[in-house]
């Protein structure tokens, strides 16, 4: 990896391969994602795949393909960058602790890969961005973007940018990769606070509003979080903080999810030694108890059952330098 060129493209095109290596190859090299199809046989995809400064910019071809991210994975191997997809053709639907949404030609995706979610996607083409966390959160004003899906005003120019961007990336120096970085990451900055800050979008309206709350829960899930605390704390009523979160089950189950996602962050770190009682009171449960009903209620274990999976896991394997889709997991890897 250390002599590449930074603005050569890898290349996949799943029509070079026997048929039954097609899909399988090209699944190996989603390194964040469980990975499914529909049905079987022959599996279409083409790729182009950059490595742009600190972006990793991807334009796809693909057939009908599920990419899920459960909790387990997301704190197994606790990658810390988000994508943004612009999708120009096909259809989806994607499933996120902000609730269902669905998307068509001319939608944009935010994904936070510290976030549980699930992606089915039709026939597409699409463009998608690996940013660092810190490259893009730390301009949002403690926004999170995790599953808006957006369409139009600013989405438009961010997808036409895109395109143009990767039909020339090939032909451009190395040397101008930081000016490119900057130049797509204010676009996406761009793209999500306007979407956010669009007055007669109420959907729009909702998303920021839930978006802050995530955001507040998160930064005090050890302290008595209520509906109360949170409407105090960012000035809205209690009604309007129901209807952001009213098709993911209610603010109280918010609040309980994002406390257990992150007790499964501690319990995946190996460096994390504190005993389970200790996590339940910085994560904000009464007791190992109640911490232990909860988790169990929900991934079907106890925190040490947990615990002891990810305390037994074995590393990645590696692959040749010749195959690309081992190139493009260190990429991916390289964003966290």
């Not at 049905?39 to 057939?63: C, H, M, T, Y």
């Not at 269902?100 to 089915?120: A, E, F, N, T, W």
Request: aromatic share 6%; glycine share 6%.
């Amino acid at each position: 990896m250390a002599n590449r060129p930074s603005l050569t493209p890898l290349r996949f095109d799943s029509s070079t391969l026997a048929e039954h290596e097609q899909y399988q190859v090209y699944a190996s090299s989603m390194a964040n994602f469980d990975v499914s199809r529909p049905g079987s046989g022959p599996f279409s995809v083409r790729s182009l795949v950059w490595n742009v400064g600190k972006l990793v910019i991807a334009q796809v071809e693909s057939d009908p393909i599920r990419l899920d991210r459960p909790t387990a994975r997301v704190c197994g191997d606790r990658v810390d960058h988000i994508y943004v997809n612009y999708y120009y053709r096909g259809r989806f639907t994607f499933d996120c602790e902000a609730g269902l949404r669905r998307g068509s030609p001319g939608s944009l995706v935010v994904i936070d890969m510290r976030q549980p979610c699930r992606l089915d996607l039709e026939r597409n083409e699409d463009i998608s961005i690996g940013i660092p966390r810190s490259l893009l959160l730390d301009k949002l004003d403690g926004i999170d973007p995790h599953g808006m899906v957006v369409r139009g005003g600013a989405a438009n120019l961010l997808g036409a940018m895109l395109r143009t961007l990767c039909g020339m990336l090939s032909r451009t120096a190395p040397a101008h990769a930081a000016a490119i970085e900057q130049m797509v990451i204010d676009l996406v900055v761009a793209t999500i606070t306007d979407a956010l800050r669009t007055a007669e979008a109420s959907q729009a309206r909702k998303e920021a509003l839930a978006s802050r709350a995530r955001a507040y829960i998160d930064r005090h899930l050890g302290e008595a979080l209520d509906v109360d605390a949170i409407c105090a704390a960012l000035a809205v009523s209690r009604s309007n903080l129901y209807r952001a979160f009213g098709d993911d089950g209610g603010v109280q189950r918010q609040i309980r999810a994002r406390r257990l996602r992150y007790v499964c962050v501690l319990l995946a770190d190996p460096a994390e030694t504190r005993s389970i009682a200790s996590l339940a009171a910085v994560c904000g449960f009464a007791d190992r108890s109640h911490l232990t009903r909860a988790f169990k209620r929900t991934y079907g274990m106890t925190p040490g059952a947990f615990r002891q999976t990810f305390s037994t896991a074995q590393a990645p394997g590696t692959a040749s330098d010749n195959d690309a889709a081992h190139h493009f997991r260190n990429w991916v890897r390289e964003l966290s």
